[in-house]
């Protein structure tokens, strides 16, 4: 029982590739990828950091509260 050897993979990976298609997983590799870092760049834009000096040297403190839905 344990863990996939090696031969588990492969046949894994000849299943799916039979299914969709090496261009059709490559298509949703460049979309999964374009979106993380797209993602990692909207974070990095405006996103100030705890400890941080906004623009007239006050310092940014930052608390973090539940937030309840109704």
Do not use: C, Y
């Not at 590799?29 to 006050?58: C, H, M, N, T, Y």
């Amino acid at each position: 029982m344990g863990s996939f050897s090696i031969w588990h993979w492969l046949i894994v990976l000849v299943v799916v590739l039979l299914i969709f298609g090496t261009k059709k997983l490559r298509n949703i590799g460049s979309d999964l990828g374009g979106a993380v870092k797209g993602f990692k760049e909207g974070v990095k834009e405006d996103a100030p950091k705890i400890g941080e000096k906004d623009e007239q040297g006050r310092t940014i403190d930052v608390e973090v509260k539940d937030k309840q839905q109704s």
